[in-house]
């Protein structure tokens, strides 16, 4: 005879006390622990046989795809939809996720099936929306629903191709006396879809909220279960939006997705790198191009800096899209090394577009674009400049420079500066394109200035 005891669990961090807690000792956050009741049964009573199978009996993974035709999207899949896989989705509110999803939905209603869950909209909302997105479904089955038991029936009984539950958060099983939302009930619900999932073949997409601190709420067990976690991600003023996996069981982690949310929907972006470099203004002082990689892919951005002196006793560093604390380790590295006065100067660092850096790649291009806006010279429109600085001044080797190198030269840059040391890869393939290697960032702001 099974016996129940209940343990306490933050809904924050996952911290479990055998006790209630007012406060997570673990993550500092008050009233944040649910109840949860668990048998204490022995662990091989009710064990069934399990029937392992070789690795050749296992279907071929190309079958197992679904081509959700939207390259942005598949990319980041891995190469399609895998079949029965259980696929989150993170982001700020009003960042996309549901118009992502609907989208989807257009793209492939026609071939497969689908079903629509939300608990958060009503079915003429949702309509609206669809609606506005030119979307003519006929086969799109919509419901507005939070009950866990009556979703989960209805996918085992249908056996749709793709389910979208939108959003985890809302969903609650009666079964258990925590509140929708809850860490209890947010493992529940991802659990049993989970094996609906894999019992029907049928692919569910997740939508889940994100805690102001940026991770997915609930507790990270959830990313732990589901197959892929991906994270929807934008600055909410920029309409540039980026998919990016965080987590993916059938695939890397490295790709990205690069979407413009528009009146018309999110649209897909081929050349991202094109679309972030069209408002650049030529000549401008403190605006210098460099080519970051996302993942495996090289995309253009420009990096603008403007300097001027404080008006106060405490000079001002502020960067959006890098890390604060490397500007201010850049600013002191031309300080030391260049001399440049510029301990007094009040320094704001932004990547154009809304697009997040960080990879120590674009050193050279931060210190480039200080020092352009610091001396009131423009870096030209010609440049490209690539390179991660070194304490002393130093400039170092980057990674996949053949790929930053061709990207550069497809957007029709003359002129790279690269570190010496990947100088003779650089040259290798670059043929348009004239590049000059450099072993420290003395030599790197004599070119562009002089
Ligand atoms: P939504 O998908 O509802 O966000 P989430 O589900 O992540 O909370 O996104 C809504 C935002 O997108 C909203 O701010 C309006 C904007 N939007 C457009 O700009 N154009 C469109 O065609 C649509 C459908 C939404
Ligand atoms: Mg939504």
Redesign the pocket.
Known sequence: MAKFKSKFICRECGYETVKWMGKCPSCLMFDSFDEEVYSTEKVFENAVVIRPVTLQSIEDDNKQRIDVNMDELNRVLGGGLVKGSMVLVG????????????QLCKSIENNYSILYISG??SLSQIGI?AR??GMKNQKLQLACETDLESIGDFIEKTRPDIAII??IQTIYSRQMTSVPGSANQIRNATLLLMNIAKKTDTAIFL?GHVTKDGSIAGPKILEHMVDTVLY?EGD?SS?FRILRAVKNRFGSTNEIGVFE??????EQIKNPSLRLLSGRNDGAYGSCVMPTLEGTRPIMVEIQALVCTTAFGMPRRMSTGFDNNRVTMLMAILEKVLSYKIYNCDAYVNVAGGIKINEPACDLAIITSIASSFKNKSVGNEWVIIGEAGLTGEVRAVSFIDKRIKESERLGFKKAIVPAANLNEAKKCSTGIEVFGVDNIKKALALVFE
């Open positions: 982001g700020d509110p009003g960042i996309g996720k549901s118009t992502l999803l609907l958060e909209e929306r506005r997105l939108d959003s939508v929807f909410r309409s949310m528009s009146d018309n929907g999110l």
